[in-house]
């Protein structure tokens, strides 16, 4: 977890070392708690430095986390999220998308990790990531009263 200890996000670095700006995109995305998009990122940033980063840093600090298991990429969203969930890095991972509110939550689960190993290795397939993303309406909404 980051040194700054943010309750909502369950990172271990471990032996991983992140310089000042990787570890300040860390905490910004640990503290939004739902997708940000690399350019509101640029402006987060900004905001808490007083300096506009270039497109480029934001993108290579982005990569780093994600190629360390830290955040994950919504595709659908073109965006990131701080990783919720202490699992392991090869471990497929689903993200639930509320297309009401814009609320992400993310899962794991076992029997889907079997289901798609046992898929790809019928298919002679080596799969490097395994995101899964759904879209619909979250319990919130589904339980909230409709207003007209």
Not at 47 to 52: C, E, F, L, M, V
Not at 101 to 129: H, I, K, Y
Request: aromatic share 4%; glycine share 6%; charged share 20%.
């Amino acid at each position: 977890m980051s040194d700054n200890g943010h309750a909502g996000c369950a990172h271990a670095h471990g032996h991983i070392r992140l310089t000042p700006a990787r570890q300040l995109v860390l905490d910004k995305l640990c503290a939004a708690r739902r997708p940000v998009g690399a350019y509101d990122m640029i402006d987060i940033v900004a905001d808490a430095t007083g300096k506009r980063p270039a497109p480029v840093s934001i993108y290579r600090a982005l990569d780093f986390l994600l190629e360390n298991g830290l955040v994950h990429r919504l595709a659908s969203r073109n965006a990131y999220m701080a990783c919720a969930h202490r699992h392991a890095r090869s471990a497929p991972v689903a993200f639930l998308i509320c297309d009401q509110c814009g609320c992400v939550t993310e899962a794991t689960s076992p029997a889907v990790e079997t289901s798609l190993e046992q898929l790809a290795a019928a298919s002679g397939f080596r799969a490097q990531t395994r995101v899964i993303e759904l879209t619909g309406v979250c319990r919130a909404c589904a339980d909230a009263p409709e207003t007209l």
